[in-house]
């Protein structure tokens, strides 16, 4: 779009009668009042800089946006806030910082504000850090101010989580500090070792030398370099090599025979390796716990979609405003525009729209009408609503959601577990060939030997092998949330990515799931209603998609002794009468025609023909998995005509009609004997059998499916877009796993032979070990390069 088309401010398109203002002599166009007059403050205030820095367009301001007031409550700030010099600080989250520009912005745009003492803001992590005086200004003020420019400010994840955030991060950042200066300081009194190479130095300077080093490199090795000490520890006393005993075994040595060359005045000491060493390695293990922590946002993201108060509305029409730990069942809830849903609930409204991105990946607003279900942490969108809460607190979708993030994250799949076993392997091989090439050298070159092994132990440091799999599998759960797609189960990515065949289910996956009554006939012995109030009596707690043809029948009658038979129908007893409902077969009319019988004791009565539509994104999402190579088949419970007809629109050549889910299993297990690696796709109600034994199994659709622990690949929404570009990350995955696997080995295999033939001085080997790391973390990072279906 053009400048001209699109709001000045938010980017985005403009209304038909858009907002005019002129600034700077220039005519601006906006799509909403809000925007408008966050544009004239910032041109009041001075900071029209913004727009020219700015990479990304800002968010829509709401105009209308409730009172901030509610964070001026003591109970918000006593678990979110804590005490400093002066006042109060607390960490926010805000969802429309997109670019540094905008967290320019924010810091002078607060630090204007009356009473505010500190603030700074990350556009990485789109946290927002404001420390007040309360006896100045409520917090609510410059918060007002934050949302008046597009920033709607979140909670964080409790005061207690961000402390020990921050205390970990700057811990981290000054072990580095201190690393740095240390190794700059030891190479510089190293190279005026080095450059002495005819020996003239005098003693008494070059143990000046090399006691300042001592004293430099020593904090370095036993602060800034103490996890590594300290998981070296752990390794051995869990009976296990790996690369913290590597990496704390050769900087302890480096120091220990460099401190006692130095007291006996021996001709060579090695601090500059060590501390350079430990400096690298720190850095690398920082830029890939950022790695990590950029992959797996979506548990902040989470965090932020929880609102600190809900709107409870009264029995007599009044309001009050509550923190959402109050909210029960059955209490009913207003939701302003923009603000995000407390608990999950039911609509009853006649309609609104709900963004839903941060569950499912669907950018775009979703109209519900009155009925329908609404989830905790999905936005409302242009117009208020009101909705009866179903669930609240750890049973809601959002608090799901959470959990089956963490488990994702917390998951070693084998190919993790095996490249650790390697590591630990090749520790173990890497030692005694230390000793090998130090008895070597001892005999051939006596003065070399203790670096020529230090060289070797540093250069072939597994840090590249260890974190080839983990930073990918990182990063890949990332680029999955960001489509609403999250691996619940070790491995489930990885057979992913060698599927051959997709095993679709019909009604609910392909299709809609929202059959549609079409015809009623054959009525004998009873009218039309009667039959439709028998059937609904059948059905009303079925979780068969057909069941919610019949949800909006009056007056049903009690249906005793319900049971239902897999694949066939529903029996039940009603005023003292056996009925059946379900199949031709099942209700004795005769062969399968597709259609759905009532029938009792003397026979079928009652004809019901229904119509279902398929999904709008159906085919294109097929027609990408014949793209990437994929077999696609339709297993479907409903009768051979109507799934034919089904296929034959859909381009589906192998379609199986009338398959019970021990029939699908069947037929994934006749696909297995064949070689193929099988995925079935199924919207988890009726198919946990074959979505256990398929080699791997999406569940998609809705709550039920969220749910539903069969499946390793939870879809969140019920786009089927989604499933080529799950196919296609996982496929990515395993392929930047392979290549960062080639490339550890690669590496060790190119420097271990140069270093243990003296050709690789330590510093060197260290600077060699830390850019392999790098390269290995920055290559998983193009996983997060997502494409939105």
């Given at each position: 779009?053009?400048?001209?088309?699109?709001?000045?401010?938010?980017?985005?398109?403009?209304?038909?009668?858009?907002?005019?203002?002129?600034?700077?002599?220039?005519?601006?166009?906006?799509?909403?009042?809000?925007?408008?007059?966050?544009?004239?403050?910032?041109?009041?205030?001075?900071?029209?800089?913004?727009?020219?820095?700015?990479?990304?367009?800002?968010?829509?301001?709401?105009?209308?946006?409730?009172?901030?007031?509610?964070?001026?409550?003591?109970?918000?700030?006593?678990?979110?806030?804590?005490?400093?010099?002066?006042?109060?600080?607390?960490?926010?989250?805000?969802?429309?910082?997109?670019?540094?520009?905008?967290?320019?912005?924010?810091?002078?745009?607060?630090?204007?504000?009356?009473?505010?003492?500190?603030?700074?803001?990350?556009?990485?992590?789109?946290?927002?850090?404001?420390?007040?005086?309360?006896?100045?200004?409520?917090?609510?003020?410059?918060?007002?101010?934050?949302?008046?420019?597009?920033?709607?400010?979140?909670?964080?994840?409790?005061?207690?989580?961000?402390?020990?955030?921050?205390?970990?991060?700057?811990?981290?950042?000054?072990?580095?500090?201190?690393?740095?200066?240390?190794?700059?300081?030891?190479?510089?009194?190293?190279?005026?070792?080095?450059?002495?190479?005819?020996?003239?130095?005098?003693?008494?300077?070059?143990?000046?030398?090399?006691?300042?080093?001592?004293?430099?490199?020593?904090?370095?090795?036993?602060?800034?370099?103490?996890?590594?000490?300290?998981?070296?520890?752990?390794?051995?006393?869990?009976?296990?090599?790996?690369?913290?005993?590597?990496?704390?075994?050769?900087?302890l040595l480096a120091w220990a025979?460099?401190?006692?060359?130095?007291?006996?005045?021996?001709?060579?000491?090695?601090?500059?390796?060590?501390?350079?060493?430990?400096?690298?390695?720190?850095?690398?293990?920082?830029?890939?716990?950022?790695?990590?922590?950029?992959?797996?946002?979506?548990?902040?993201?989470?965090?932020?979609?929880?609102?600190?108060?809900?709107?409870?509305?009264?029995?007599?029409?009044?309001?009050?405003?509550?923190?959402?730990?109050?909210?029960?069942?059955?209490?009913?809830?207003?939701?302003?525009?923009?603000?995000?849903?407390?608990?999950?609930?039911?609509?009853?409204?006649?309609?609104?729209?709900?963004?839903?991105?941060?569950?499912?990946?669907?950018?775009?607003?979703?109209?519900?009408?009155?009925?329908?279900?609404?989830?905790?942490?999905?936005?409302?969108?242009?117009?208020?609503?009101?909705?009866?809460?179903?669930?609240?607190?750890?049973?809601?979708?959002?608090?799901?959601?959470?959990?089956?993030?963490?488990?994702?994250?917390?998951?070693?799949?084998?190919?993790?577990?095996?490249?650790?076993?390697?590591?630990?392997?090749?520790?173990?091989?890497?030692?005694?060939?230390?000793?090998?090439?130090?008895?070597?050298?001892?005999?051939?070159?006596?003065?070399?030997?203790?670096?020529?092994?230090?060289?070797?132990?540093?250069?072939?440091?597994?840090?590249?092998?260890?974190?080839?799999?983990?930073?990918?599998?990182?990063?890949?759960?990332?680029?999955?949330?960001?489509?609403?797609?999250?691996?619940?189960?070790?491995?489930?990515?990885?057979?992913?990515?060698?599927?051959?065949?997709?095993?679709?289910?019909?009604?609910?996956?392909?299709?809609?799931?929202?059959?549609?009554l079409q015809t009623i006939d054959?009525?004998?012995?009873?009218?039309?209603?009667?039959?439709?109030?028998?059937?609904?009596?059948?059905?009303?707690?079925?979780?068969?998609?057909?069941?919610?043809?019949?949800?909006?029948?009056?007056?049903?009658?009690?249906?005793?002794?319900?049971?239902?038979?897999?694949?066939?129908?529903?029996?039940?007893?009603?005023?003292?009468?056996?009925?059946?409902?379900?199949?031709?077969?099942?209700?004795?009319?005769?062969?399968?025609?597709?259609?759905?019988?009532?029938?009792?004791?003397?026979?079928?009565?009652?004809?019901?023909?229904?119509?279902?539509?398929?999904?709008?994104?159906?085919?294109?999402?097929?027609?990408?998995?014949?793209t990437q190579g994929v077999s696609?088949?339709?297993?479907?419970?409903?009768?051979?005509?109507?799934?034919?007809?089904?296929?034959?629109?859909?381009?589906?050549?192998?379609?199986?009609?009338?398959?019970?889910?021990?029939?699908?299993?069947?037929?994934?297990?006749?696909?297995?004997?064949?070689?193929?690696?099988?995925?079935?796709?199924?919207?988890?109600?009726?198919?946990?059998?074959?979505?256990?034994?398929?080699?791997?199994?999406?569940?998609?659709?809705?709550?039920?499916?969220?749910?539903?622990?069969?499946?390793?690949?939870?879809?969140?929404?019920?786009?089927?877009?989604?499933?080529?570009?799950?196919?296609?990350?996982?496929?990515?995955?395993?392929?930047?796993?392979?290549?960062?696997?080639?490339?550890?080995?690669?590496?060790?295999?190119?420097?271990?032979?140069?270093?243990?033939?003296?050709?690789?001085?330590?510093?060197?080997?260290?600077?060699?070990?830390?850019?392999?790391?790098?390269?290995?973390?920055?290559?998983?990072?193009?996983?997060?390069?997502?494409?939105?279906?």
């Amino acid at each position: 779009m053009t400048a001209l088309s699109v709001c000045h401010h938010c980017g985005e398109p403009l209304p038909q009668h858009p907002v005019q203002a002129e600034f700077d002599g220039s005519a601006r166009a906006f799509c909403c009042d809000g925007c408008a007059a966050a544009a004239h403050w910032i041109s009041d205030a001075h900071l029209g800089d913004y727009y020219r820095l700015r990479s990304a367009p800002a968010g829509r301001v709401d105009a209308d946006a409730p009172s901030l007031a509610v964070w001026d409550r003591e109970e918000l700030l006593a678990s979110h806030a804590r005490n400093v010099a002066g006042g109060r600080e607390i960490t926010l989250l805000t969802d429309g910082m997109r670019c540094a520009a905008c967290a320019w912005l924010i810091d002078r745009a607060l630090t204007r504000e009356a009473g505010v003492l500190d603030t700074s803001a990350n556009a990485i992590t789109g946290r927002i850090r404001i420390a007040w005086d309360p006896t100045q200004t409520s917090l609510s003020k410059p918060l007002t101010r934050l949302a008046a420019l597009g920033y709607r400010p979140y909670l964080a994840t409790g005061e207690a989580r961000e402390a020990a955030r921050r205390r970990e991060r700057n811990r981290d950042l000054l072990r580095i500090g201190l690393a740095g200066i240390g190794a700059m300081q030891a190479m510089m009194f190293a190279e005026a070792l080095y450059l002495d190479t005819r020996g003239q130095m005098p003693l008494p300077t070059r143990d000046f030398f090399r006691w300042i080093t001592f004293m430099v490199s020593t904090p370095v090795v036993f602060w800034a370099g103490w996890p590594f000490i300290v998981g070296a520890w752990n390794e051995i006393r869990n009976r296990r090599l790996g690369m913290d005993v590597l990496i704390a075994g050769s900087t302890l040595l480096a120091w220990a025979v460099s401190t006692w060359e130095t007291i006996q005045g021996g001709p060579h000491v090695w601090y500059d390796a060590a501390v350079m060493f430990i400096f690298l390695l720190l850095v690398a293990r920082q830029l890939e716990q950022r790695a990590r922590s950029i992959a797996s946002a979506q548990v902040d993201a989470l965090a932020r979609a929880r609102p600190a108060f809900a709107t409870r509305e009264l029995a007599d029409g009044s309001r009050e405003s509550v923190p959402i730990d109050a909210l029960a069942v059955e209490d009913v809830v207003r939701v302003a525009v923009g603000e995000p849903v407390p608990a999950d609930g039911v609509l009853l409204d006649a309609d609104a729209h709900f963004e839903e991105s941060l569950l499912t990946g669907e950018a775009a607003p979703i109209t519900k009408h009155a009925g329908a279900a609404v989830y905790a942490g999905t936005a409302c969108r242009e117009h208020a609503a009101r909705i009866r809460i179903t669930q609240v607190g750890a049973a809601t979708r959002l608090a799901e959601l959470v959990r089956l993030v963490e488990t994702a994250q917390a998951h070693r799949p084998a190919l993790a577990r095996g490249a650790e076993r390697i590591a630990g392997w090749f520790v173990a091989g890497l030692l005694l060939a230390a000793i090998a090439v130090y008895a070597w050298w001892r005999v051939h070159e006596p003065a070399r030997a203790f670096e020529v092994v230090l060289s070797l132990l540093v250069i072939s440091c597994p840090c590249a092998l260890s974190l080839a799999v983990p930073a990918a599998l990182a990063t890949a759960h990332g680029a999955l949330a960001k489509i609403g797609v999250l691996s619940v189960r070790p491995d489930g990515l990885d057979r992913l990515a060698r599927v051959t065949d997709v095993v679709f289910d019909k009604t609910g996956t392909l299709s809609d799931g929202k059959p549609v009554l079409q015809t009623i006939d054959h009525c004998t012995g009873m009218d039309a209603q009667t039959a439709l109030r028998i059937a609904a009596a059948l059905e009303r707690d079925s979780s068969h998609p057909l069941a919610s043809a019949f949800a909006r029948v009056e007056n049903i009658p009690t249906a005793t002794g319900v049971r239902a038979i897999a694949g066939q129908g529903v029996e039940g007893w009603i005023d003292g009468q056996h009925w059946r409902i379900g199949t031709a077969p099942f209700a004795g009319a005769g062969e399968d025609d597709g259609a759905v019988w009532l029938a009792n004791s003397s026979g079928a009565h009652v004809r019901f023909a229904f119509v279902e539509q398929q999904r709008q994104d159906a085919m294109a999402a097929l027609q990408a998995l014949r793209t990437q190579g994929v077999s696609l088949h339709l297993a479907s419970g409903d009768a051979p005509a109507s799934v034919q007809r089904f296929a034959h629109a859909m381009d589906l050549a192998n379609a199986h009609a009338r398959q019970t889910p021990e029939a699908k299993l069947a037929l994934v297990r006749s696909l297995q004997q064949q070689g193929r690696v099988v995925a079935m796709v199924g919207d988890g109600l009726n198919d946990a059998p074959v979505l256990a034994g398929a080699d791997v199994s999406l569940a998609i659709g809705d709550g039920a499916a969220l749910a539903q622990r069969a499946a390793d690949l939870v879809l969140a929404g019920s786009a089927l877009g989604t499933v080529p570009a799950t196919l296609g990350i996982a496929r990515r995955t395993r392929r930047i796993i392979r290549q960062n696997l080639a490339w550890a080995l690669g590496y060790n295999l190119l420097a271990i032979p140069l270093a243990a033939t003296g050709n690789v001085t330590p510093w060197l080997a260290a600077l060699g070990m830390a850019l392999s790391s790098l390269a290995v973390t920055a290559n998983a990072l193009r996983l997060t390069r997502v494409v939105r279906p």
